[in-house]
């Protein structure tokens, strides 16, 4: 027997570059000098840095201030004497009752946190206390503006505040509007509104350039309503964010089964202004290829209650599987523009003219805009070839044709017909065994043919043909 087929390899866990929870997977390394700038924006340091060292710095930056003016209070008091003559009630000191260190140290306390028990005072004897009493208030209050607004700005950030911002655990590709479209769902957890809330998508795909750069980690914007404003969102309930899959997206020619071999993250970024605050506060996620369901559709959350509407957060992460073409958008479109040659694209062999179509307005849109009976001649296989040549032929003059429709106008508008030929080739077109009368063409292509009376001021050419039909 022969070797068994080699299985796939199992794939391994997936590096990400956003964690689900947002944090960014960077480590910054080798800065070398460039170290010292941390120190020259020192605050926002001190601000970024986690809690444990705020508060040892916090600990430490006012311990050795305490003891380094306690230190100054007591230099000055044993340059003087007055640690000998402290008890001498007819010595006045400096500092009253200050002896030995520990009375220095209590006395500075009392000053800076203005406590004032009354028992160590400064005297008008001490022109050099007075100096270090100014140097220890304007001290003392920068320190406090430095660490209590670190503190405070530490307390206030509103990153805790994204953690009741919530995004759903996959995200999901099936057709919304007939349209393939990549979902996922993003949720407010509390009561209080996030103000102008906006929402911004990046793909991150590693890809090689024509000239041969690798970029390992290149950034495409994906489109979730940036040009209509869709982007901007009233987040009350929870609302679902919508990429429509066209010929402008990174993933235009993404199938269920290239999926399988594609490596990417979409990384989500909701901003918003945090109303109790109003700070800006910004929430992360991403997903990777594996977290993308194909065929899926979310779970309806929003349930109409007595005088209120209730949001389930139960179901918001679920899913459930919808028919879905398992082809990517590239592909529909090739394999639609081959089935309706009727209807495609003019290819340009010269110069293009401004009536020129140059692509079909979507999916959905193919067969209907046709009238009933253009609708029956494009789906028949044995279509005459005539016809298909005049399709696939540039046009260079715009026809007096207006009242036409639109894929009426593009066969009509064929180089060098006249007006005689082009009624000639659509009265043919017309007399196809599918057409039962004139009567029942659209209104313009009465005009076209002269009413709807076989009789009238028809040309020799067509009153003959019809003679021969309907007799």
Same mark, same amino acid.
């Given at each position: 027997?022969?070797?068994?087929?080699?299985?796939?390899?199992?794939?391994?866990?997936?590096?990400?570059?956003?964690?689900?929870?947002?944090?960014?997977?960077?480590?910054?390394?080798?800065?070398?000098?460039?170290?010292?700038?941390?120190?020259?924006?020192?605050?926002?340091?001190?601000?970024?840095?986690?809690?444990?060292?705020?508060?040892?710095?916090?600990?430490?930056?006012?311990?050795?201030?305490?003891?380094?003016?306690?230190?100054?209070?007591?230099?000055?008091?044993?340059?003087?004497?007055?640690?000998?003559?402290?008890?001498?009630?007819?010595?006045?000191?400096?500092?009253?009752?200050?002896?030995?260190?520990?009375?220095?140290?209590?006395?500075?306390?009392?000053?800076?946190?203005?406590?004032?028990?009354?028992?160590?005072?400064?005297?008008?004897?001490?022109?050099?206390?007075?100096?270090?009493?100014?140097?220890?208030?304007?001290?003392?209050?920068?320190?406090?503006?430095? #660490?209590?607004?670190?503190?405070?700005?530490?307390?206030?950030?509103?990153?805790?505040?994204?953690?009741?911002?919530?995004?759903?655990?996959?995200?999901?590709?099936?057709?919304?509007?007939?349209?393939?479209?990549?979902?996922?769902?993003?949720?407010?957890?509390?009561?209080?509104?996030?103000?102008?809330?906006?929402?911004?998508?990046?793909?991150?795909?590693?890809?090689?350039?024509?000239?041969?750069?690798?970029?390992?980690?290149?950034?495409?914007?994906?489109?979730?309503?940036?040009?209509?404003?869709?982007?901007?969102?009233? #987040?009350?309930?929870?609302?679902?964010?919508?990429?429509?899959?066209?010929?402008?997206?990174?993933?235009?020619?993404?199938?269920?089964?290239?999926?399988?071999?594609?490596?990417?993250?979409?990384?989500?970024?909701?901003?918003?202004?945090?109303?109790?605050?109003?700070?800006?506060?910004?929430?992360?996620?991403?997903?990777?290829?594996?977290?993308?369901?194909?065929?899926?559709?979310?779970?309806?959350?929003?349930?109409?209650?007595?005088?209120?509407?209730?949001?389930?957060?139960?179901?918001?992460?679920?899913?459930?599987?919808?028919?879905?073409?398992?082809?990517?958008?590239?592909?529909?479109?090739?394999?639609?523009?081959?089935?309706?040659?009727?209807?495609?694209?003019?290819?340009? *062999?010269?110069?293009?003219?401004?009536?020129?179509?140059?692509?079909?307005?979507?999916?959905?849109?193919?067969?209907?805009? #046709?009238?009933?009976?253009?609708?029956?001649?494009?789906?028949?296989?044995?279509?005459?070839?005539?016809?298909?040549?005049?399709?696939?032929?540039?046009?260079?003059?715009?026809?007096?044709?207006?009242?036409?429709?639109?894929? #009426?106008?593009?066969?009509?508008?064929?180089?060098? *017909?006249?007006?005689?030929?082009?009624?000639?080739?659509?009265?043919?077109?017309?007399?196809?065994?599918?057409?039962?009368?004139?009567?029942?063409?659209?209104?313009?292509?009465?005009?076209?043919?002269?009413?709807?009376?076989?009789?009238?001021?028809?040309?020799?050419?067509?009153?003959?043909?019809?003679?021969?039909?309907?007799?």
């Amino acid at each position: 027997g022969g070797l068994p087929p080699p299985r796939a390899a199992p794939r391994g866990k997936r590096q990400r570059f956003v964690d689900k929870n947002g944090r960014c997977n960077v480590q910054h390394g080798n800065l070398g000098g460039e170290t010292s700038r941390y120190l020259s924006d020192l605050f926002t340091t001190l601000v970024d840095l986690k809690w444990r060292w705020n508060l040892f710095i916090f600990i430490l930056t006012y311990t050795v201030a305490w003891l380094f003016m306690a230190s100054m209070w007591w230099v000055i008091a044993y340059m003087r004497g007055d640690l000998n003559k402290a008890h001498d009630d007819s010595y006045t000191p400096c500092v009253a009752n200050v002896y030995n260190f520990p009375s220095a140290f209590l006395f500075f306390i009392e000053t800076e946190a203005t406590i004032g028990y009354g028992y160590r005072y400064i005297t008008d004897k001490c022109p050099e206390g007075i100096i270090l009493f100014l140097f220890q208030s304007i001290l003392g209050s920068i320190v406090d503006a430095f #660490l209590i607004g670190c503190m405070f700005i530490k307390m206030s950030q509103p990153k805790k505040r994204a953690e009741t911002l919530m995004f759903s655990e996959h995200a999901a590709i099936s057709m919304r509007d007939g349209k393939l479209t990549l979902m996922f769902r993003v949720g407010n957890l509390r009561n209080s509104h996030m103000v102008s809330a906006q929402i911004r998508c990046k793909l991150l795909k590693s890809r090689q350039t024509p000239e041969g750069e690798f970029l390992p980690l290149d950034q495409l914007e994906l489109d979730v309503g940036f040009s209509t404003g869709a982007d901007q969102l009233f #987040l009350v309930s929870p609302l679902t964010i919508c990429h429509v899959i066209d010929a402008k997206s990174p993933f235009y020619d993404l199938s269920q089964r290239s999926m399988q071999t594609e490596q990417f993250e979409i990384v989500v970024i909701l901003e918003g202004i945090v109303e109790t605050t109003g700070m800006t506060c910004q929430a992360r996620t991403s997903y990777t290829e594996d977290e993308v369901l194909w065929g899926h559709r979310f779970f309806p959350v929003i349930s109409l209650e007595e005088g209120f509407f209730k949001v389930d957060y139960s179901q918001f992460h679920a899913t459930f599987e919808v028919p879905t073409p398992p082809y990517s958008v590239k592909e529909q479109e090739e394999m639609l523009l081959m089935s309706s040659p009727l209807i495609a694209p003019a290819v340009s *062999n010269s110069k293009e003219r401004n009536n020129s179509v140059e692509c079909l307005d979507g999916l959905d849109e193919v067969g209907t805009k #046709l009238p009933s009976k253009l609708q029956k001649i494009t789906g028949r296989e044995d279509f005459p070839k005539k016809l298909l040549r005049m399709s696939s032929t540039t046009s260079e003059k715009a026809y007096s044709m207006g009242d036409l429709p639109m894929k #009426l106008q593009r066969i009509s508008s064929v180089p060098g *017909n006249s007006e005689e030929k082009l009624v000639s080739k659509t009265t043919k077109m017309m007399s196809d065994p599918i057409s039962q009368s004139v009567a029942d063409l659209p209104p313009k292509l009465q005009k076209l043919s002269g009413g709807g009376r076989m009789e009238g001021n028809l040309p020799p050419k067509l009153r003959k043909m019809n003679s021969d039909r309907f007799t």
